[in-house]
C-alpha cells in the first residue's frame, strides 16, 4: 500500500509534474506562438508533442541516464523560430575581416601608385585641373545661387546637381591624395584648401540621399582664385614680376569680394536661427555682390543693406578689412595696369620686305640722326623696315617720332641680352643688326663692354645675323675677335669713333678740309639751291654729293683706271676715286687711284662721288655703241645690247649675300670677280730699295704700313718750356690736349698712325707735339712709344707761354682734343675747355721783326730745305714772305661734343644756335669736327659695307683687320724688317693739297676750268683731283683781308678756278722722293694773299714762267672755245691704245707750304751772338 501510494504519488507526482511541465510548456509555446503569429496548427502540433513528451517521460521512469543526454539536445534548437540556421553569419565575419583588409590594402596601393604618377608625369596638369573644376563648381554655385537656399531637388533629374557631385567627387580623391602626401597633417587639416572642401563636398552627397539642396557654404570655392596667379606661371604665362604682381592683386581682391558677398547671400536669405529665421529677405547673389562694392568704396548708397543681424555684424568687420583692401589694392592695380608694357608685343614679318633690328643707345638724338641719314630720298626706294628694341619705353618726343615714320618703323620694349626678346623681334630673319653706342658717356670702356655683351647675346642666338657696332675706343674692338661667330667678311662691322674720329682729324693735318669734305661725303644731304653767289652756294652744291658704290660696264674692259676715271667725269658727269680688286684666292681690297698700271676686266666695283643714286647707274649702262654720241648724261639708260643683257643677267653673282649692295634692293651685280692685270710692275720695289734692305734697320712696322722706331722712354721726349723754345720747330703739329690722371683715355694712336704712315718719306713726317698734361700722357704713351718725331712739353694749352715755346704760330696745324668732355651733366659745358683754348690762340699776336737767318752764314739748314737749293725752285725768292702774326691766322681745327657749341668758335660769323652742323661755317672751313657726323656711317655701312673699308683706308693711313688683330696681341705696332712684300704696302695714294700759285697748273689758276685741271692733273701725274679748298672771299671782287677757306666737293667740268685755290688730289706715291734730300724740299709756303700755311700743300714746278700765264678774259675765252674740241679728241683716244709716254712715273713732286718762312730757322734773340739749337730729329 505504502509503494502503491509512494508510486501513486510518485506516479502522480511524476505525472503531475509531467502535466505541470507539459502545461509550462503549451503557456511558453503559446505565448511564443502569439509573439510570431502563428496558426492553430501550431498550437495542436505544440499539444501533441506535449502528450507524447509527457507519456515518454512516464516511460523512461527507468531510465534516468538517457533522459539526461536528450533534454539538452531538445533545449540547444535553435533560436531562430523559422528554423534557419545563421552559420552564413560568422563565416561573413571572417570574409569581411579578410577581404575589407585586402581592398584597404589595394585601395592604400592604388592610391600611393595614382599619386606617385600624378607627382612624376602630371603634377602642373593636376593642380590645372582641379582649379578649372574649383571654378566650374564656383560656376555652379552661381547658377543655383537664383533658386532658394533650401530646397527639394531629385539627383537623377537635376542635371547642376549631377556635374557638382562629380567635381566633388574629384575633389575627395585629391584631397585624399593632398593628404597622404602631407608631412604635417595637422597643419595640412587647418589649412585654406582643406577647409573649403570640408564645407563644400560633405553637403554634395548630403544631398543626394535627402534629394534635397541647400547653398550653404559652397560660395568658398571662390577662395581658390587666390591660386590664379600660381596657375598662370605653371603654364608659363606669367614672367614678369609685374604681371605675377597684378595678378596677385587682381586674384586676392576678387576672391574676398565674391567670397563676402556669398556669405551676405546666405544669411540674409536664411535670416537669424534665434528669430526662427523669420526676419530673412530676399536678395540675389549679384546684388550681394553690389552691396559688397559699395561698401568696400565707402560709397553706401543706401538701396540694398542688411537686415539680419549677423549680417549686419558682418559688414562691421568687412568694412574694416574690405576698406583697406581697397584703398591700397585698387590704386596698385590702377598704376600696374598703366605701366603696363605699350611696346611688349611680337614683330610680324611681311613676306617681301627685310628688315633690321637697332639696339643700343635709343635716344632722340641718335634715333633722329639715323633715321634722317637712313630713309634720306636719295637712297632710291628704301624697303626696309626699322625695328628698334629697347628695355626703356620712348618718351613723348621719341614716340612721335617714330608715328611720323610709322610706315616703316616699329619700336618693341625688351633687351637683346634677353633670347625671349630676340624673338619677338625675329631676329633670325633679319636682314642686320645695327647697335648705337652713347658716344657722351662718362665712361666708353663700360660703353663698349655692354655693346660687346649685346653682340655676344646676338651671335649667341643666331650666329649668321649681320652686326654693325659702335665703338668709342679702339682698343676694345679687339674683344669682337673673341667672339667665334664675328666675321667681318660676312659683314659683320665695328664702327670705333675714336679711330674714325681722331683718323678724319689727322687726315686735316696734312690736308686742312679734309674732315669736312670726308664727312660730307657719307652723310645724305639734301641739296639746298641758292641763288646768291656767295660761298655757301658753291659749299652747298658739293654738300650733295654722296660716295655710290657700282659695277662698271663691259665697255670699259681693257681700258686703264685714269682712263675710266676721265671718261667717267667728262662723259657721266661722274667721279670714280677707287675700285675693288679682287685677287685669284678671292680676298678683294680697295685700290684708291691705283693709277695706269691696271686694266679694268669683267665685274669690277666702282666707287663713285655723285649727288644720288641714279646718276651712278650710268657707269653700269654705259655702253659705246649706243651712248658714245649721247652729250646729255641724263640719257644714258639702260640698252638692248647683247653685250650688257648678258654681262647682267646671264652670269651668276658670286658676291657674297652680305656683301652686297643693300641701297634700295640687291645691285645689277656681274658675276665675274675683278681681275686687274698689271702691265708694268710697280708694285715690286727697285734695285735701290731692295739694296736699303741690308742695313737690318727697323723701319717699318711688321706690315709695312706705318713708320716705326724702337720703343722709347717718355723721358727722352719730354720737353721743358726752354728747350721747346730754343728747338726748332716749324711746319709741325701741335696737339693741345686737356685730360688727367682720371679721365678716360681718347686714343691718341689713332691720331699718330695716319701722320706716320708708310706712304710718307721719313722727311716729309711732320713733327708731332703734345701739349697737356703729363700725367694723362704717360698712360696714353704705351701706344705711342713706337712712333717716330714724337715730344712732348708738359704743361696747359690755356698757358701762352706753353703756346709760344713750341712756336704754334709756325705749325701746320693745331688739333685742340679734350679727355674730360663727357664728365659734365650740362651739355652746353662739355666743350668750355676746347672752346677756351680756341679762343686764346686766336687772340694771341705775334712778332715779325725777326727776318730769316742766312744759313750759310749762321751755319745751319733748316730741316727740308737745302743750300743747294736751285735758283727757280719755287723755295727760292720765297722765303721773305711774311709769316703769322695773329692767332686768327693759325691754322686750327677744334673737337666738339655739343653741336651747337660750335657757335662759339668763330665770333665773327652769323650762324643761328640753331643751325645744323653742317651749315656752319667752321665746320665748312674745317675749323670743327664734331662726332655725331660719324652717326651717318652705321646707315651707310649697311647699305654697303665697302664704303667703312673706304672711309677707313682714306682716314686711318692703311689699317687692315690683319693689323688689328695684331694690336690685339700687343696693344702696340711691332718692328720689322723691310722685305719686298712690306715695301710694296708703301705703294699707295695718299691725300693732298695741290696750291695753284705756281707750278704747271698755274695756267689753270687764273680763270681756268676745273675739268681741265682734272684732266691734265690725271693724265700727266696720275693725281686724281675730288676738290677745291677755296678762300671764303674769293668771289668777292674787292680784295679781302679774310684767310678763312671752305670746301667745294667735286666741282663740275665748267667750275671756274681762281689762284688762291687748293686742290684736294690723290697723290701717287713717289718712289724717287726719297732716295735724295736734295730733290725734294719740304719747306712753307705763303700765299700772297692769305699767308694761310700747311706743309701738305703741293706744289709741281712749272714748265713756264708765271709772265707768261693767260690773264686776260679774251685768253680765258680762247680757252673755253678750244676746250670742247680737246674733249672731242680726248674721247676719241679712250677707246685707243695710250702711248708709252703718257702717263711718266719719275714725276719729281716738290711739296711745298704755303708760309715758305715757317720752315726757317727762327730763334729770339736780341744780340747778335747765336745760341746753340736743339735740333728734335729721331734717328730711324
Not at 537635376?158 to 567635381?167: E, G, H, K, P, R
Not at 627685310?354 to 626706294?381: A, M, P, Q, Y
Not at 728747338?727 to 691718341?748: E, K, N, P, Y
Not at 695753284?996 to 687764273?1006: E, H, M, N, R, S
Request: glycine share 6%.
Amino acid at each position: 500500500m505504502a509503494n502503491g501510494g509512494g508510486g501513486g504519488g510518485g506516479s502522480s507526482s511524476s505525472g503531475g509534474g509531467g502535466g505541470g511541465g507539459g502545461s509550462s510548456l503549451r503557456m511558453s509555446s503559446n505565448i511564443h506562438a502569439n509573439h510570431l503569429s502563428l496558426d492553430a496548427s501550431s498550437s495542436s502540433s505544440s499539444s501533441s508533442s506535449s502528450s507524447s513528451s509527457s507519456s515518454s517521460s512516464s516511460s523512461s521512469v527507468h531510465e534516468p541516464k538517457m533522459d539526461a543526454l536528450i533534454i539538452p539536445m531538445t533545449m540547444e534548437v535553435p533560436c531562430d523560430s523559422r528554423g534557419q540556421r545563421m552559420w552564413w553569419a560568422f563565416l561573413a565575419s571572417s570574409m569581411v575581416t579578410f577581404f575589407g583588409g585586402l581592398f584597404i590594402i589595394l585601395l592604400w596601393r592604388t592610391l600611393k601608385y595614382l599619386w606617385t604618377v600624378c607627382c612624376h608625369c602630371g603634377g602642373k596638369t593636376k593642380v590645372v585641373l582641379v582649379f578649372a573644376l574649383s571654378i566650374g563648381a564656383l560656376v555652379i554655385y552661381f547658377i543655383d545661387s537664383s533658386n532658394p537656399i533650401e530646397s527639394c531637388q531629385n539627383f537623377y533629374k537635376d542635371f547642376t546637381l549631377q556635374i557638382d557631385m562629380a567635381f566633388n567627387v574629384f575633389f575627395l580623391l585629391y584631397f585624399g591624395l593632398r593628404f597622404i602626401a602631407a608631412n604635417d597633417k595637422l597643419w595640412f587639416w587647418l589649412e585654406v584648401n582643406s577647409v573649403v572642401d570640408f564645407f563644400t563636398v560633405p553637403p554634395v552627397f548630403v544631398s543626394v540621399y535627402l534629394n534635397r539642396s541647400w547653398l550653404g557654404l559652397r560660395f568658398l570655392r571662390a577662395l581658390r582664385l587666390i591660386q590664379f596667379s600660381e596657375i598662370l606661371q605653371f603654364l608659363n604665362i606669367l614672367k614678369t614680376s609685374n604681371s605675377i604682381k597684378l595678378v596677385n592683386l587682381l586674384s586676392i581682391f576678387i576672391s574676398t569680394w565674391l567670397t563676402a558677398a556669398g556669405f551676405i547671400h546666405l544669411v540674409e536669405n536664411s535670416g537669424d536661427p534665434w528669430e526662427n529665421f523669420q526676419n530673412n529677405q530676399a536678395l540675389t547673389y549679384w546684388e550681394c555682390v553690389y552691396l559688397l562694392m559699395v561698401t568696400m568704396s565707402t560709397v553706401g548708397y543706401g538701396d540694398v543693406y542688411a537686415k539680419t543681424t549677423l549680417g549686419r555684424l558682418f559688414m562691421v568687420f568687412f568694412i574694416l578689412g574690405g576698406l583697406a583692401m581697397f584703398a591700397s589694392y585698387v590704386p596698385e592695380i590702377i598704376e600696374l595696369i598703366g605701366n603696363r608694357k605699350k611696346y611688349g608685343g611680337s614683330y610680324s614679318a611681311v613676306s617681301g620686305r627685310k628688315h633690321i633690328v637697332v639696339c643700343g643707345h635709343i635716344t632722340l638724338e641718335s634715333v633722329s640722326n639715323f633715321l634722317k641719314d637712313f630713309l634720306h630720298k636719295d637712297r632710291d626706294d628704301v624697303n626696309v623696315e626699322i625695328v628698334f628694341l629697347h628695355n626703356i619705353s620712348p618718351n613723348l618726343e621719341l614716340e612721335a617720332l617714330f608715328k611720323r615714320h610709322f610706315t616703316q618703323v616699329e619700336f618693341y620694349q625688351g633687351s637683346v641680352l634677353n633670347p625671349h626678346d630676340l624673338a619677338r623681334v625675329k631676329i633670325e630673319s633679319a636682314d642686320a643688326c645695327l647697335i648705337l653706342a652713347n658716344k657722351y658717356c662718362a665712361d666708353p670702356d663700360a660703353e663698349d663692354a655692354s655693346n660687346i655683351m649685346r653682340v655676344i647675346s646676338i651671335k649667341n642666338y643666331h650666329p649668321k645675323i649681320r652686326i654693325i657696332t659702335q665703338m668709342l675706343q679702339y682698343h676694345n674692338k679687339a674683344h669682337l675677335l673673341n667672339i667665334p661667330s664675328w666675321n667681318w667678311k660676312e659683314g659683320d662691322d665695328a664702327i670705333c669713333l675714336a679711330e674714325l674720329k681722331l683718323g678724319f682729324i689727322a687726315q686735316s693735318c696734312l690736308a686742312q678740309g679734309l674732315s669736312t669734305m670726308l664727312a660730307n661725303l657719307f652723310s645724305m644731304r639734301s641739296f639746298i639751291k641758292i641763288e646768291e653767289d656767295t660761298w655757301q652756294k658753291y659749299y652747298l652744291e658739293g654738300v650733295s654729293n654722296e660716295m655710290y658704290t657700282e659695277y662698271l660696264s663691259s665697255a670699259f674692259v681693257g681700258l686703264s683706271f685714269p682712263t675710266v676715271c676721265e671718261l667717267c667725269f667728262v662723259k657721266l658727269k661722274l667721279l670714280m676715286i677707287a675700285i675693288e680688286y679682287k685677287s685669284a684666292n678671292r680676298e678683294s681690297r680697295i685700290l684708291i687711284n691705283p693709277g695706269n698700271h691696271l686694266k679694268i676686266q669683267e665685274g669690277t666695283l666702282g666707287f663713285f662721288i655723285a649727288s644720288d643714286a641714279k646718276e651712278v647707274k650710268r657707269a653700269f649702262f654705259y655702253c659705246k655703241a649706243c651712248h658714245d654720241d649721247i652729250t646729255d648724261p641724263k640719257r644714258i639708260k639702260k640698252c638692248g645690247c647683247k653685250r650688257l643683257i648678258y654681262f647682267e643677267d646671264e652670269q651668276p653673282s658670286t658676291l657674297s649675300p652680305k656683301k652686297k649692295q643693300r641701297n634700295g634692293g640687291m645691285r645689277n651685280s656681274p658675276s665675274s670677280s675683278p681681275k686687274l692685270m698689271r702691265h708694268d710692275p710697280l708694285l715690286i720695289p727697285g734695285n735701290d730699295q731692295i739694296d736699303n734692305m741690308d742695313s737690318n734697320v727697323k723701319k717699318y712696322d711688321s706690315t709695312g704700313m706705318f713708320h716705326w722706331c724702337a720703343p722709347k722712354e717718355i723721358e727722352k721726349v719730354i720737353l721743358t718750356r726752354s728747350e721747346a723754345a730754343m728747338t726748332v720747330l716749324s711746319g709741325h703739329v701741335v696737339v693741345c690736349i686737356f685730360g688727367d690722371v682720371s679721365s678716360a683715355l681718347i686714343g691718341l694712336r689713332n691720331l699718330v698712325m695716319p701722320l706716320r704712315a708708310s706712304n710718307f718719306h721719313y722727311h716729309e713726317l711732320k713733327h708731332i707735339v703734345f701739349v697737356g698734361s703729363i700725367e694723362y700722357l704717360k698712360r696714353e704713351w704705351e701706344t705711342l712709344h713706337n712712333f717716330p718725331k714724337v715730344s712732348i712739353l708738359p704743361g696747359t694749352p690755356l698757358s701762352r707761354a706753353d703756346l709760344r715755346a713750341v712756336n704754334i704760330n709756325l705749325c701746320d696745324m693745331c688739333v685742340i682734343l679734350s679727355a674730360n668732355q663727357n664728365n659734365i651733366d650740362d651739355t652746353s659745358l662739355q666743350d668750355k675747355e676746347c672752346i677756351l683754348a680756341s679762343l686764346n690762340i686766336k687772340s694771341m699776336q705775334f712778332d715779325d721783326s725777326i727776318g730769316v737767318l742766312q744759313a750759310n752764314s749762321q751755319g745751319f739748314t733748316p730741316p727740308g730745305m737745302d743750300r743747294s737749293s736751285p735758283d727757280n725752285s719755287p723755295v727760292h725768292g720765297m722765303l721773305r714772305q711774311p709769316s703769322i702774326t695773329t692767332g686768327v691766322n693759325i691754322p686750327i681745327i677744334t673737337e666738339l661734343v655739343n653741336d651747337t657749341n660750335v657757335q662759339f668758335l668763330d665770333q665773327d660769323d652769323d650762324d643761328d644756335p640753331d643751325t645744323e652742323l653742317y651749315l656752319t661755317q667752321p665746320f665748312a672751313c674745317g675749323t670743327a669736327f664734331a662726332v655725331s657726323v660719324l652717326d651717318s656711317l652705321m646707315s651707310a655701312t649697311y647699305f654697303n659695307d665697302n664704303i667703312l673699308t673706304l672711309i677707313r683706308t682714306l682716314v686711318t693711313g692703311g689699317a687692315t683687320p690683319e693689323l688689328e688683330a695684331l694690336i690685339a696681341e700687343e696693344n702696340a705696332l711691332r718692328g720689322g724688317y723691310s722685305t719686298p712684300q712690306t715695301l710694296a704696302n708703301r705703294d699707295r695714294c695718299r691725300v693732298a693739297q695741290l696750291a695753284l700759285l705756281d707750278g704747271p697748273f698755274a695756267d689753270l689758276g687764273d680763270g681756268g676750268c676745273y675739268g681741265d685741271l682734272f684732266c691734265k692733273a690725271l693724265k700727266t701725274y696720275n693725281m686724281l683731283c675730288f676738290g677745291i679748298y677755296r678762300l671764303r672771299d674769293a668771289h668777292l671782287s674787292t680784295p679781302s683781308q679774310c684767310t678763312k677757306r671752305y670746301v667745294i666737293t667735286n666741282p663740275p667740268y665748267e667750275f671756274e678756278l681762281v689762284p688762291t685755290d687748293l686742290i684736294f688730289c690723290l697723290m701717287q706715291f713717289d718712289h724717287n722722293a726719297g732716295q735724295s734730300r736734295a730733290s725734294l724740299s719740304h719747306s712753307s709756303h705763303s700765299s700772297q694773299s692769305s699767308s694761310k700755311k700747311s706743309s701738305s700743300v703741293h706744289s709741281i714746278p712749272s714748265t713756264a714762267n708765271r709772265q707768261n700765264r693767260p690773264k686776260s678774259r679774251e685768253s680765258r675765252d680762247k680757252q673755253n672755245a678750244t676746250r670742247m674740241n680737246r674733249m672731242g679728241q680726248a674721247e676719241k683716244k679712250w677707246f685707243t691704245d695710250e702711248p708709252d709716254n703718257a702717263y711718266p712715273r719719275n714725276i719729281q713732286i716738290k711739296p711745298i707750304s704755303t708760309h715758305m718762312a715757317n720752315q726757317i730757322n727762327q730763334y729770339k734773340s736780341t744780340s747778335s751772338l747765336i745760341p746753340p739749337i736743339r735740333e728734335v730729329e729721331d734717328e730711324c
